[in-house]
């Protein structure tokens, strides 16, 4: 039986503000103790029992005695969106961050894209992926113009109705644009697709079929280590979409988490070494950046229920780590993503004494650990925790 990991993202279930978040316009945002403070009457039992609680600084959620080890991890990566997060989880340190476009982009940057398309655009500004759509949804269905809009993150998002950019035309013209942004001046770090259907004041986001077209990770990390070293690298959700589709071996879209839970659940059962990688991004998307608290909340624990289904098709081969990418406290103003620690849980069913874990000085972390009990070597940023777990 080969040693497998599986490891799995809750897409911004931040664990309280960083030493440095003041810098990223952050005042002592905590994701997870906002849900506990919000509406104490939602627990989540499964993930308690591993020491989500005790993380959570929430004295009625510890546990005196968990199943897991369990502690935080800092992000030194400068950034806190998705891309930032997860390749540091593999080694990738970013240091210079992708640049942003808060007003809006430059009309010089776009006038390359708008000759492509062959029409001019809509919107190009900051904001609200729903709000933009519901706006100027009307708009773009009779004109045809797609809508262009960003965020804080270094991110480009068109947004198109199915009845009217088809879906292929619409990932169509996001690769165009991806192949327009790659390098500076006007690099940007992905080009998020985003159909919605619908009509108006009635639209709806098709988040089964959003694509994010990202740049190329740096090489080596650790998913192109793994590969080399002929283990398998599975990944479910965005992730593959987040590594433009380097270092993975089979790939797997979701329409939402428990799409997510189910598909890892299946390619689990059919894996022979290596690491599965899961993203479960309806956190994120659907409830931090929408601050959503309740419905954030409820989605928490939709995965506590799964989590025993998780822990009871593992093998004894299997190490299972749960972590997030970075914050977006619902509880906290304004849209964006928030800068803060994120969880670190470690699971095995082998495991004698399991319990606190120091704090882990970066996301890298992960990648080192994971490496660790893969026994590939591993030369890349991080400090394997797996001498400390017995």
């Known amino acids: 039986m080969m040693k497998k990991v599986i490891l799995i993202v809750l897409d911004s279930l931040g664990v309280g503000a960083l030493p440095d978040s003041c810098k990223f316009g952050d005042d002592n945002p905590h994701t997870l103790q906002s849900l506990y403070l919000s509406h104490p009457e939602i627990r989540y039992p499964n993930l308690e029992k591993m020491g989500l609680g005790n993380i959570a600084e929430v004295n009625e959620a510890a546990e005196a005695q968990t199943n897991a080890y369990y502690g935080k991890l800092a992000e030194i990566s400068n950034g ?31 006038a390359p894209f708008v000759k492509y398309l062959g029409t ?112 398998e690298v599975l990944a479910v959700g965005k992730i593959d979409d987040i590594f433009a589709h380097v270092g993975i071996s089979k790939a797997v879209h979701t329409k939402d988490n428990m799409d997510g839970v189910d598909q890892t659940l299946a390619l689990y059962q059919n894996m022979q070494n290596g690491l599965l990688f899961t993203n479960l991004v309806e956190f994120d998307s659907k409830y931090g950046h929408r601050r959503d608290v309740l419905g954030y909340t409820k989605a928490l624990a939709d995965f506590d229920r799964r989590l025993p289904e998780i822990v009871a098709a593992l093998d004894e081969e299997t190490l299972l ?30 495991f004698s004494s399991p319990g606190a874990l120091p704090t ?31």
């Not at 026994?375 to 017995?390: I, T, W």
């Open 120 to 231: 001019d655009i809509l919107g190009n500004e900051n904001a609200s992926g729903t709000e933009i759509i519901e706006r100027l949804g009307r708009e773009h269905m009779l004109t045809g113009k797609p809508i262009v809009y960003t965020s804080a993150d270094s991110v480009l998002q068109i947004a198109a109705h199915e009845d009217v950019i088809p879906l292929d035309r619409l990932y169509e013209i996001c690769a165009n644009a991806r192949e327009l942004y790659r390098e500076q001046p006007y690099q940007v770090g992905r080009i998020i697709a985003r159909p919605f259907y619908g009509k108006p004041g009635e639209f709806i986001r098709d988040n089964a079929n959003r694509r994010d077209f990202a740049l190329n990770p740096p090489t080596p990390n650790l998913l192109t280590v793994l590969q080399e070293k002929e283990r």
């Open 321 to 350: 780590i749960i972590t997030a990418d970075h914050g977006c406290d619902p509880a906290y103003r304004g849209t964006d993503h928030t800068r803060e620690y994120v969880p670190f849980l470690i699971y095995h069913k082998q």
């Open 360 to 390: 882990g000085q970066s996301l890298a972390d992960i990648g080192a650990t994971v490496a660790d009990y893969l026994e590939v070597e591993y030369a890349l940023p991080g400090q394997s925790f797996l001498a400390r777990l017995k």
């Open 80 to 110: 806190k969106d998705t891309t930032t997060g997860h390749w540091e989880m593999c080694g990738i340190i970013t240091v210079e961050p992708l640049a942003t476009y808060p007003t809006g982009f430059p009309a010089e940057m776009l």
